[in-house]
């Protein structure tokens, strides 16, 4: 029996995980706001200023009203101030904030109930204190302040503090949620740039139905172009293998051509079609990229490159350090350096290779005497089977792919190729590296 799986779905994921987060803020913030309407004094301090209220309102109020405020000055500490008024007005109702304060009071004397307690918080800069009345027996009020300062953050400062902690936990607890549900999506996105590059990597299917669905149908096409480029190569073995092996008959029946200007023009286009076989594999079968990288010591092989121009008639300089190693794969750098230098001599006479090192890069010039390419054709040329005719001469055979090999070794490096024209005539490739 096939199991019902449920999702939300990635919207509603999220939703419900906002929906979480501003019940857990909502029910914390309560929480703390409850613990911040306390006020800061101790029950100790609350138990002696209940004592100094009852025995001031019993003092004062058996007292005659003419001495009441002299008694009041005499009941004054260095802890409270107390006077007696019988026409002012009483103090306003009770700060909400104060309710435990007037609470702990009234647990301690519990005759202070009946006098109308009323407290109130006064705050003329950053520190406060605490004022109130109580009523007497016959209608007057007997009024106190604390004359210490006590500390106001509770209500102010303390309360967009404890206001803040909830915000700024649930804000991360929010992010790793939302981040454990884009998970799926991100390992997605990374095993999406391998596509058609190495191994095939299947992704499970995590996550919510609509991204399920996405990573079921990406597995099912990498599966797809993995085999297209499996055939693909095998195809193009097989058709290397076919057109190689009449080639090489043509060449060998080539030495019974009498005539010497035939056998020569006959043996060019015989190397050129070989030429075009190679380079046509190079470039399609290059995504499987079977070389790895190793140490390799550029100098000696852009110098080596030189020397084996050099021998076979075409002049090449090289100019640069005797030494620098590199991670790189060294038959593709070859192979990429040598087309740079073909094509030089496709169109100059002269090449130079140069090779300077800098603190994050590595660039490998490769610089012509040729005629150059217009400016507005130069990313044209990149491109696979491209031509200029206008720039170069049709009769230098090949595909055009050339420089397309070029893009394709210097991408699998993480680098970069950009072509200029030189000042003094010619044309510039540069190869930069990653150090």
Known sequence: MRRIRWSIGILGQILAILLLTVL???G???????????FSLHEDEARRLAEHLVIARKLVAERPPELRPGLANELTTERYHLHWARVLPPPPPLAPELDRTRHQIVAWEPSLERTDLRLRLTSPGRKSTISGGLRLSDGSWLYFSTREAVSRWDFVTGRALLALVPAIALFIIGGLLIRNALSPIRRLARATER?????????????TSEVRGLIRAFNTMQERIHRLIAERTQALAAVGHDIRT???RLQLRLDSVADDALQDAMGRDIAEMEAMVASLLAFLGGEQDPEAAGRVDLAILLRTLADDFSDRGHPTE??????LEAMIRPMGMRRAVTNLLENAFHHGTHARVSLNAMAENIVIAVEDDGPGIAEDRLAEVLLPFARLDSARSRNTGGLGLGLAIVVQAVERESGRLHLSNRPQGGLRVEITLPA
């Open 28 to 38: 914390a913030s309560t929480f703390l706001y409850e613990r911040a309407s306390r």
């Open 318 to 323: 090289y100019i640069g350090a005797e030494s």
């Open 246 to 248: 009449p080639l090489a």
């Open 195 to 207: 596509v058609g590059v190495g191994v095939q990597l299947g992704l499970p299917e995590q996550g």
């Open 24 to 26: 857990i803020e909502f």
